[in-house]
């Protein structure tokens, strides 16, 4: 991979060295930063998993979710709202992914019925995931077909969808593990690549960037 890729991780250190690492794994060069200023020549923008969005910033009250940062949320919606005008591609990965939805418009499922198959149980929880649709174009069916085996670290899901946003993948439960924009290059994904790298991660940020060598 060309090393004059530059890609921003909108996040806190020392959460991002994982993201970090994986990324710079595959010869990019990756920094973590909340500086809007930093990201103005960088080729994309990773929106790493953390804690759960603030309610409020998709319209409802707190009435399930787990250690919010306000502040980090402004910021990364912000940064986001930077690449979508700048049409720079955009991986969101776990709360990532909810980052995404909320910025087009849609809601949060602030606890999911079936968090025990999906959340954080002081180590990844692993399940399949299969494919949605009958289109063959999208970034999920590129790289694993029809389904593929992930790990699972979250308690919150998408509820409604965010305009122009479409479901690519989804749980055994219906729980919508993958999603992209119908025009931008912007995707996230429910699990996390960076800790998978050997088993389909590596393929998912290769492919990443080289939507931002384009």
Known sequence: MDTSISIAIAGRNPDTVNY????RSLGADAFTTLDPEQCINCDGLLLPGGGDITPAFFGQHDHGSRTIDTQLDIIQLQILDLFVKWGKPVLGICKGLQIINVHFGGTICQ?????????????????????????RTDFFHQLYGSSAFVNSAHH??????????????QAHDGTIEALSHASLPVCGVQWHPERIMERGGGELLTYFLKTCSK
């Open 20 to 23: 970090e690492n994986a990324l």
């Open 111 to 135: 606890h999911i019925k079936n968090a025990a198959a999906h959340q954080w149980n002081g180590k990844d929880m692993y399940h399949y995931v299969y494919h949605i649709g009958c289109s």
């Open 156 to 169: 919150q899901a998408v509820d409604k969808l965010g305009r122009d946003l479409l479901p690519v993948c």
